[in-house]
Structures are given as structure tokens and as C-alpha cells.
């Protein structure tokens, strides 16, 4: 299952409200998970099974969606937010990820 | 609190195997009922899932990946491995090391990851 998200680049500011969104090739039910990448660091879980907050994540990150269409949201941007985000989809045993999407500063 | 700890060769030959290996902390690799599982990150490009692995043998590969890898678990040290035959310049890659967060559940997101370890292939 092929994955794509949009934007690939998205600028914003402290305090906006963004959106990403992750197309699937084939439906993966609500079988989608979202990541955040810092530069150097491992990924680490936002999001899973489309909507369910991981724990300790922060509420401002919201994630919506089934089928073939998701979208991750951010509520007031915060610095530490600047990161690239992944989608990736767990319907089967073989997992897929999205390209990514870069969020930096305006 | 389980953390995990890649290591292994940076720099491979090409042609040769690439052999990683992950040291689980703070879990038993045998006991804890989860899954295991290696992930690769091109420099600059997006996550590829590479397999998982159960201690008592039940593994899934990457169909694109399933030719040249293997992986196994070595539980009385606590430890599982990655191995890659054939190498070439498209297996550079930092490699990642992480679980599936559901117990039992090879198809999971990852909720814990090691810190990562690049690997170069190039004479």
C-alpha cells in the first residue's frame, strides 16, 4: 500500500494552525499512525489507529481520517513542533510510511 | 522503561553483508510477548520498514527487502540482529531498531526506538 502525503513542504508561525494530510493506494481502515522527526533523532509516535493521541503527546496534535484519507492537525504551532511528520499505515503486516512533510518556520 | 541500542559496522563493502544488531533494555526479548523490528532512513529521504520478528521465530519481511534479509533473536543475550547480503550505495541508511507498541502485534506502530546508527556502504 502506497502512501503520499501533501504538502511536502509546509512554512508556518508560532501560533498557526496546520494541517497535513496522507493519501492511502488502498483503504487501510483506521490503521494509520503519524510521527514526528527532529533532525538527527528517532521518529516518535503522535498519533495511531488514525485518531487516539499516544501518550504523553501534547492535545494541540489531532489526527482525523479513514479509509484512504487522513489528516494530522496542529493547533498553535509551537517551536519545538518544526519537525518533518510521517504517516504510515499498519493494515497488514507489511507497514508503509509516507514521503514525509517538513514543517518549518516562515 | 525499555530503551534500545543499535550497533554495528558503519562502513559495509559493497557487495558484502550488512550485520546490525539491537540490545533490548529494561524487556525481555522472550517474556515480554511484543514483536521487534528494524526500519531504515535514507540520508535525507523517508522511513522503509525492513522486517519483524517474534523471539519464537515468526518473522516478516519487506517483500522489496525479503530476498537479501534476515533476521533472528539471540535471547540469551537479549539481542536481535539484522543481516543484508549484496549490499550496494542504496542500503546507506541510518538504521533504526524499535517495537510495535501492542503486545503480541507485529503490525503496531512504533512507540519505542533506538537512537539509530548510520551505515555507509562504499569501497
Known amino acids: 500500500i502506497q502512501m503520499t502525503q501533501s504538502p511536502s513542504t509546509l512554512s508556518a508561525s508560532v501560533g498557526d494552525r496546520v494541517s497535513i494530510t496522507c493519501r492511502a493506494s488502498?483503504?487501510?481502515?483506521?490503521?494509520l499512525a503519524w510521527y514526528q522527526q527532529r533532525p538527527g533523532k528517532a521518529p516518535n509516535l503522535l498519533i495511531y489507529?488514525?485518531?487516539s493521541l499516544q501518550t504523553g503527546v501534547p492535545s494541540r496534535f489531532s489526527g482525523s481520517g479513514s479509509g484512504t484519507e487522513f489528516t494530522l492537525t496542529i493547533n498553535s504551532l509551537q517551536p519545538d513542533d518544526f519537525a518533518t511528520y510521517y504517516c504510515?499505515?499498519?493494515?497488514?503486516?507489511?507497514?508503509?510510511f509516507g514521503q514525509g512533510t517538513k514543517v518549518d518556520i516562515q | 522503561q525499555v530503551q534500545l541500542q543499535e550497533s554495528g559496522p558503519g562502513l559495509v563493502k559493497p557487495s558484502e553483508t550488512l550485520s546490525l544488531t539491537c540490545t533490548v533494555s529494561?524487556?525481555?526479548?522472550?517474556?515480554?510477548?511484543?514483536?521487534w523490528a528494524w526500519v531504515r532512513q535514507p540520508p535525507g529521504k523517508g522511513l522503509e520498514w525492513i522486517a519483524t520478528?517474534?523471539?519464537?521465530?515468526?518473522?516478516y519481511y519487506n517483500p522489496s527487502l525479503k530476498s537479501r534479509v534476515t533476521i533472528s533473536v539471540d535471547a540469551a543475550k537479549n539481542q536481535f540482529s539484522l543481516k543484508l547480503t549484496s549490499a550496494t550505495a542504496a542500503d546507506t541508511a541510518v538504521y533504526y531498531c524499535?517495537?510495535?507498541?501492542?503486545?503480541?502485534?507485529?503490525?503496531?506502530?512504533?512507540?519505542?526506538w533506538g537512537q539509530g546508527t548510520m551505515v555507509t556502504v562504499s569501497s
Open positions: 524499535a517495537r510495535p507498541r501492542t503486545i503480541a502485534v507485529a503490525d503496531d506502530p512504533f512507540d519505542v
Open positions: 529494561g524487556a525481555s526479548i522472550s517474556s515480554s510477548g511484543y514483536f
Open positions: 520478528l517474534f523471539y519464537s521465530g515468526t518473522t
Open positions: 488502498h483503504s487501510v481502515n483506521r490503521w
Open positions: 489507529k488514525a485518531s
Open positions: 504510515q499505515q499498519y493494515s497488514n503486516s507489511s507497514v508503509t
